[in-house]
T-cell receptor
Framework: QKEVEQNSGPLSVPEGAIASLNCTYSDRVSQSFFWYRQYSGKSPELIMSIYSNGDKEDGRFTAQLNKASQYVSLLIRDSQPSDSATYLCAPQIYNQGGKLIFGQGTELSVKP | DGGITQSPKYLFRKEGQNVTLSCEQNLNHDAMYWYRQDPGQGLRLIYYSQIVNDFQKGDIAEGYSVSREKKESFPLTVTSAQKNPTAFYLC???????????FGDGTRLSIL
């Protein structure tokens, strides 16, 4: 079983819709979770951090964490073509130097 | 302005040659990391360092070496023992604690 699994893509949504990206993780990992956005050919860019159960909102982005279910998600409201990218879920491993375990990523395509 | 600088942007390696990728940060971050990304894949950890003069192997350290003589610098050497070095190499750094990692722009390494 993989430590981090993300919903397989590509995920295609129309402009203005809500995009929902999901991630499950094994119980070995930490309680800190990060979402990165990676445009094709570029390096990952941090877009959200979440540390406790519940929702965290930042602009059009909402991260949701449920530690009991070992599940973290990212919602993108009012999706724009510029949101088209690969989204990487990255839990942080506790007491191992801040290591991140990356999922394989979910490719999102927002159609005008 | 502050950031993480990776150089060169593109690098070509000949058979039997060692090559060194540079990573410099002026963010005063304690920890630094090297990842490898293959096409369509997530990031895999090569080496990481939490303090000067100390570093640990990641998941795929074979064929690579690092040094951490200064807080701001964490160079990665891809040795001739790494038989499949073609990949996108990413350097990251972070502050102490449960802080996210931030990435440089990456170096693309190819075989001549």
């Amino acid at each position: 079983q993989k430590e981090v699994e993300q919903n397989s893509g590509p995920l295609s949504v129309p402009e203005g819709a809500i995009a929902s990206l999901n991630c499950t993780y094994s119980d070995r990992v930490s309680q800190s979770f990060f979402w990165y956005r990676q445009y094709s050919g570029k390096s990952p860019e941090l877009i959200m951090s979440i540390y406790s159960n519940g929702d965290k909102e930042d602009g059009r982005f909402t991260a949701q964490l449920n530690k009991a279910s070992q599940y973290v998600s990212l919602l993108i409201r009012d999706s724009q073509p510029s949101d088209s990218a690969t989204y990487l879920c990255a839990p942080q491993i506790y007491n191992q130097g801040g290591k991140l375990i990356f999922g394989q990523g979910t490719e999102l395509s927002v159609k005008p | 302005d502050g950031g993480i600088t990776q150089s060169p942007k593109y690098l070509f390696r000949k058979e039997g040659q060692n090559v060194t990728l540079s990573c410099e940060q002026n963010l005063n971050h304690d920890a630094m990391y090297w990842y490898r990304q293959d096409p369509g894949q997530g990031l895999r950890l090569i080496y990481y360092s939490q303090i000067v003069n100390d570093f640990q192997k990641g998941d795929i350290a074979e064929g690579y070496s690092v040094s951490r003589e200064k807080k701001e610098s964490f160079p990665l050497t891809v040795t001739s023992a790494q038989k499949n070095p073609t990949a996108f190499y990413l350097c990251a750094s972070k502050e102490a604690g449960f802080q996210p990692q931030h990435f440089g722009d990456g170096t693309r390494l190819s075989i001549l």
